[in-house]
């Protein structure tokens, strides 16, 4: 209902991981580069973040970004055993009855990603909120899966990515042969003020809107409300705008962020 007020084709600050709506930040930049130069060498990289700075969607920015050689293969809930993890893993490469031994299902697993390899499209594993894992032997199947190989490189990549406090679980001396095999470690970092205001210009203007309905001290509020985190920039943003458009406002000063932080308890 707010968007024709403002001019706007589509939701500016919608949560979903819209590879077209992300930010890139020189954090985001720097770990789109990173992880493109891992992949492409089909190595092991972890990436973690804090909720919300925009981990998913930079990881579907990355499969855009390396095109249809690439095979991405998600597996967004990873509180699983290690046969689970690997009969999921199974399923994601479209084997059609993955089995319930482990050794059957490594062998299913790896003919997979042989037959992919042979159309020369590189699969790439990304396990999603892996700081969620709970089976130690899971980060154990990952390392093991590094091991397909052909003489000359590896036959996939792994991407793993999770909240900070990954970073002390992986730490831990049980996975010291994973950290090995770890190619790429990068942390997001939340955005300063500048780039809040850059980046709410750049979602409104992706959206088909204009650029400077936040005013300064709007920003400057919301960067103090959400602490740099989008997905808290695009909550109080989304409710600004609601706000205005009731209000029949054409600027979202910090009075508005005001009356709406109570409401979003923040």
Known sequence: MYKRYFGLREKPFSKTPDPRFLFLSHGHVEALTRLEFAVEERELAVLTGDIGCGKTTLSRALMDRLG???RFC???NPRLNAVEFLRTIARVLDVE?????KDILIDQIQTAVYALNQRDICPVLVVDEAQMITDAEVFDEIRLLTNFQLDDSNLLG???MGQPELRPMIASSRFEPLRQRISLHYHLKPLSLVEIMEYLDFRLETAGGSPGLFTPDAVQRIFELSGG????INSLATNALLVAYGSDVALIDSTIINEI????ML
């Not at 009855?97 to 031994?101: E, K, R, V």
């Open 68 to 70: 249809p050689r690439y």
């Open 74 to 76: 998600y597996i967004i």
């Open 97 to 101: 009855q993955p089995a319930d031994a």
């Open 158 to 160: 792994v991407v793993i």
């Open 229 to 232: 985190v989008p997905r808290k």
């Open 261 to 264: 932080k109570d409401e979003m």
